[in-house]
Every structure is written in C-alpha cells, then in structure tokens.
C-alpha cells in the first residue's frame, strides 16, 4: 500500500527553488519521491545532484514569475516533459533584497515591486498551472506566507502586507478550486536562519539581535533552520492532507499561537 507522505510519480514544481528555503524543499520532496520542477531567477544548480541522490527527475529552469512568457514557457515544458502536474510550491519572493524601514518611508515604486513578485506572481503561477490540475482532477497548490503577518512584524510593511494577500488569496483559491479535487494551503514560516533573512537584516549584529528576540518568543526556544518547514510542504503535498484545503500551517516553534 502506498504511504500517506509518498509522493512516487508526482510531478511538484517549486518556485524560488534556488532560494534557502526553496531548495530544502525540492530536497525533502525529491527524497519522498516526487519528480521536481526548479524554477527561480536562476536555473537551479542542484539538478544532477537531485537526480543522483533521490532517483527522480528535476527539470530546472529559468523562470521570472512576474513575466507571464516565464511562466507559460516554464508550464508547456513541464508537460512537454511529464504530461503533467501534480503539486505547486508558491515559495518565491522578494525578501531578501528589501530594506527595512517605516511604512511611510517606503517608495511606491518598492512597494509595487514587493507586490508584483509576492502576489501578483504567485496568482499568475498558479493561473498558469490549475488548467492542467483541473484536466486530471487533482492537485495540490502550497502558497508560501510568512509568520510576519501573524506578529505584525515592524519596519516591512510592502513585505508583510503582501504575504497577508498570500493567505487571504489561499482560502479564494481552495473555494474555486475544491469542486476540481484541487487543494490549496499556505505556510507561515518564522524567522529562518537563510542568506536572505541575514541580507535583510543589513548587518550580523541586527540580523542576531533579531534572531535572538525571534527564540525568546518562541515555546521550543531554538533559532529556525529552512529545513524545519520541509515537513508541513510534504504533509500539505501529500495525500496526508486529503481532506485539508484552505487553512494555514504555521511553523515557527510556537512564537505565536495560532
Ligand atoms: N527566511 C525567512 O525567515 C522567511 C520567513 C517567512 C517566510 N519566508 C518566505 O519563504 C520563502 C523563501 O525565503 P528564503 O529565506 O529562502 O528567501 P530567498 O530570497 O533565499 O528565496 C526566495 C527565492 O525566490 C527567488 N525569486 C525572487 N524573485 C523572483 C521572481 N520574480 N521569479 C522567480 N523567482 C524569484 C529568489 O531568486 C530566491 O531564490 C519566501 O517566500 C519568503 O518570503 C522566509
């Protein structure tokens, strides 16, 4: 009998692939079975690796998910390549690259970058790939949010506001999409030790100071590793959560008790 978490002949596209958190995922999904499609800004390196170590196929691939030609070329080579899609991980984001600094300092032009590539672009994908879900029937869509919309993270407005959209956009989503066996759930994730959360925080000293008040809050008082979300993207992607669509799953060692 198969598992409930075994993804063998799964078809998953991951966005922001590349990414800390990104590339854990494609790993843990790999390792359950599950054929990958990477997609990010740059072609994924880890392939062959992927290949090698999980004994599925990943098929990386440039893909600006603001770019709607990105997009539809990256889905017809998906099912050029497989015939099919199975499960989508909206994980890409601009976070990183952000400034941190009172919402009324924010230039409109940031703000409107934040939400072309975190909500604009997580709809477009996933615009893009339901049709083929919606053919066999089935499906899963996880959007990931953040836990900053939870706590009211200060000095990040564009970036909070839009990961807001991201959850609120999860639970229209799941009511269109229920009647097609179509799920689709998001993930907060806490404050995670990745590249990114050290280049937003604009300096080791802040970024610690940060980490430091992030483990303070939380019930299981360590810091967040990207690979501590990898369970809730299996369990959201797998048949283990058959019956689980429009809710969210927050990972952040109980900082808040959602
Ligand atoms: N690290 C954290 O503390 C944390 C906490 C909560 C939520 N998150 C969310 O988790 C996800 C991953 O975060 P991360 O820390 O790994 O950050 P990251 O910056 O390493 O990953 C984001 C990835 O998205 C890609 N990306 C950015 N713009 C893109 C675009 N237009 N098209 C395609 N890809 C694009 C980037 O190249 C990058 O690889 C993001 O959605 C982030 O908002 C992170």
Same mark, same amino acid.
């Given at each position: 009998?198969?598992?409930?978490?075994?993804?063998?002949?799964?078809?998953?596209?991951?966005?922001?692939?590349?990414?800390?958190?990104?590339?854990?995922?494609?790993?843990?999904?790999?390792?359950?079975?599950?054929?990958?499609?990477?997609?990010?800004?740059?072609e994924?390196?880890?392939?062959?690796?992927?290949?090698?170590?999980?004994?599925?196929?990943?098929?990386p691939l440039?893909?600006?998910?603001?770019?709607?030609?990105?997009?539809?070329?990256?889905?017809?080579?998906?099912?050029?390549?497989?015939?099919?899609?199975?499960?989508?991980?909206?994980?890409?984001?601009?976070?990183?690259?952000?400034?941190?600094?009172?919402?009324?300092?924010?230039?409109?032009?940031?703000?409107d *970058? %934040?939400? +072309? @590539?975190?909500?604009?672009g &997580?709809?477009?994908?996933? /615009?893009?790939?339901?049709?083929?879900?919606? =053919?066999?029937?089935?499906?899963?869509?996880?959007?990931?949010s953040?836990?900053?919309?939870?706590?009211?993270?200060?000095?990040?407005?564009?970036?909070?506001?839009?990961?807001?959209?991201v959850?609120?956009?999860?639970?229209?989503?799941?009511?269109?999409?229920?009647?097609?066996?179509? *799920? %689709?759930? +998001? @993930?907060?994730?806490g404050? &995670?030790?990745?590249?990114? /959360?050290l280049?937003?925080?604009?300096?080791? =000293?802040?970024?610690?100071?940060n980490?430091?008040?992030?483990?303070?809050?939380?019930s299981?008082?360590?810091?967040?590793m990207?690979?501590?979300?990898?369970?809730?993207?299996v369990?959201?992607?797998?048949?283990?959560?058959a019956?689980?669509?429009?809710?969210n799953?927050?990972?952040?060692?109980?900082?808040v008790?959602?």
């Amino acid at each position: 009998m198969k598992g409930l978490f075994d993804l063998s002949g799964y078809v998953t596209i991951v966005t922001g692939a590349a990414g800390g958190l990104g590339s854990e995922m494609v790993k843990a999904l790999a390792a359950q079975g599950s054929n990958i499609v990477a997609l990010d800004l740059i072609e994924p390196p880890f392939a062959a690796e992927i290949e090698k170590q999980y004994g599925v196929k990943c098929l990386p691939l440039v893909c600006d998910i603001t770019k709607q030609d990105d997009i539809h070329a990256a889905v017809a080579k998906t099912i050029d390549t497989f015939g099919k899609v199975d499960a989508l991980v909206n994980n890409a984001a601009l976070y990183g690259g952000l400034t941190m600094k009172p919402f009324q300092e924010i230039e409109p032009e940031e703000w409107d *970058r %934040v939400f +072309s @590539i975190n909500v604009k672009g &997580t709809w477009q994908m996933t /615009s893009a790939v339901v049709p083929y879900m919606m =053919e066999n029937n089935f499906g899963s869509i996880v959007n990931i949010s953040s836990c900053s919309i939870l706590q009211g993270v200060p000095l990040l407005c564009h970036y909070v506001a839009s990961k807001g959209a991201v959850w609120a956009m999860t639970r229209t989503m799941a009511n269109e999409l229920g009647q097609y066996k179509i *799920r %689709v759930n +998001s @993930i907060t994730p806490g404050y &995670t030790l990745t590249q990114a /959360s050290l280049q937003l925080a604009g300096s080791k =000293e802040a970024f610690e100071k940060n980490y430091q008040r992030n483990i303070d809050d939380r019930s299981i008082q360590r810091g967040m590793m990207p690979d501590d979300v990898i369970g809730a993207v299996v369990f959201l992607v797998s048949d283990a959560s058959a019956f689980i669509t429009g809710q969210n799953i927050n990972v952040d060692g109980g900082s808040v008790h959602y």
